[in-house]
């Protein structure tokens, strides 16, 4: 399969130049961007008629199949909201939840030109198989648990996924320092050494989840973590919002990724982290939506917006964080979160995970500075078409998944039901 997009503005992320040219697809990968018109046969030809083509935004932190608490455990603290709302209903679930749950948040992603997003969840599986009947791209997190994935179970699902050219993968985590036991963290640094991974957890999201871990062990989580040797090879924290010097030093040691999710935060009233002294200090900061219960949108336009807002704020001071720097956490430094080198920026070679921004709509008129324009004024109404590894999902309201979309919404909407009755 060969596409050409012609008449196109491209921002490829490999630096902050737009260039106006053309940009053919081959098959999964980008093979030519430049301001010649290929020649050739192409079995399909896109005019972007001067629109913008960049590379698809990397959600590095969610749980996609709680959409069916969205909306339905807000306005609490976190404690309450994990413990009184959330785990409750979670007990729920059953085989067969996530894949059907996550099909809507996949439907979300794409609306939102998220290409590929960080899972972490129950039924693992599940979620992969979903993502690979719509030709989504995932990292998930295969994590321990003594009744229902233990060693040899998550030994598998890395084995059953981790394969060449797969579309989605798995990486080792676990959900935090607080509602780990001992055994768990023995049995996730097994599945570390025998894996080689890197780790992924939450990670400092609260003031009070720092001050608990301090009085049980007398250090914060991440020097916890780090006295495990857990981020040896590296891996990503979720939050960070309450870190400490020692905390950035260790971060920056093991060069491990800051996901930052400022809408969760800020809704659940946990704080708002320090992106501007990280990325004073060298570490990467990256994006994600957090999930659908504590966000409650899955929109990468919003959280761009309330980074850097959030940042001006925080420091007093309205350049903290300039927009590039913003569009590059959404994006090039969401794949490094993920492991995603093949697919953070457009350039030949590259996998063909790419979106459209509509440059006619309102809001992206006149045009003065487009990236600023994507940051400050940007929303998911722009998106215009996406895709992911060299197939258009998503393009003009449309949807390309291969299944009823009304179809979908009624049977959520039926698990949503039967899920949110606790007993």
């Known amino acids: 399969m060969k596409i050409l997009f012609k008449n196109a503005r491209i921002l490829t992320m490999a630096d902050e130049r737009i260039i ?7 098959d999964n990968r980008i093979s030519y961007i430049g301001n010649n018109v290929p020649s050739g046969m192409f079995d399909q030809v896109i005019d972007c008629e001067g629109n913008l083509l960049m590379p698809g935004f990397k959600n590095a932190h969610t749980h996609s199949a709680m959409t069916f608490l969205r909306s339905k455990a807000d306005d ?6 994990l413990f009184k709302e959330i785990f409750p209903r979670e007990n729920n679930l059953h085989d067969g939840c996530v894949k059907e749950l996550a099909k809507v948040a996949i439907l979300e992603y794409l609306t939102s ?21 719509f030709g989504f791209r995932s990292v998930s997190l295969g994590m321990y648990d003594k009744s229902t994935r233990p060693v040899d179970a998550v030994l598998k699902l890395v084995e059953d996924n981790n394969k060449d050219n797969s579309l989605n993968k798995v990486v080792i985590g676990m959900h935090s320092e607080y509602t780990g036991t001992q055994e768990m963290f023995d049995n996730t640094k097994v599945l570390l050494d025998k894996t080689g991974s890197p ?3 939450h990670l400092s999201e609260t003031i009070s989840e720092v001050g608990d871990c301090k009085n049980r062990r007398k250090i914060t989580p991440m020097e916890f973590f ?7 090879n590296g891996g990503a924290i979720f939050h960070g919002v309450y870190l400490s010097d020692h905390d950035i030093e260790l971060i920056k040691k093991h060069d491990v990724v800051v996901v930052s999710n400022p809408s969760s935060n800020m809704k659940l009233a946990s704080g708002i982290a320090e992106i501007k002294k990280l990325l004073n200090k060298g570490v990467t900061v990256a994006l994600g939506t957090d999930g659908p219960a504590s966000n409650n949108a899955l929109d990468m336009f919003r959280e761009m917006y309330l980074v850097t807002g959030l940042q001006k704020i925080k420091n007093m001071d309205p350049v903290s964080i300039p927009a590039y720097e913003v569009i590059k956490m959404a994006t090039v430094n969401g794949a490094k979160a993920m492991g995603l080198s093949e697919a953070d920026t457009l350039e030949v070679g590259k996998l063909a995970d790419l979106i459209m921004i509509d440059l006619s709509r309102p809001s992206m008129q006149p045009i003065n500075n487009i990236i600023n324009n994507l940051v400050y004024a940007g929303g998911k ?3 215009k078409l996406t895709m992911i ?8 309201g449309q949807f390309f998944v291969g299944e009823d979309i009304k179809e979908i919404y009624k049977k959520v909407q039926s698990l949503t039901e039967e899920l949110n009755i606790v007993k």
């Open 226 to 232: 780090d006295s495990l040797h857990f981020f040896d």
């Open 20 to 26: 106006e040219g053309h940009l053919v697809v081959t």
């Open 381 to 383: 109404d722009c998106v």
């Open 76 to 81: 609490s603290s976190l404690h309450d909201w």
């Open 113 to 133: 030109g998220i290409t590929a997003v960080l899972d972490q969840y129950f039924f693992p599986q599940e979620f992969i198989d979903t993502c690979n009947e």
């Open 199 to 201: 780790f992924y957890t």
């Open 389 to 396: 590894n060299g197939k258009v999902l998503y393009r003009d």
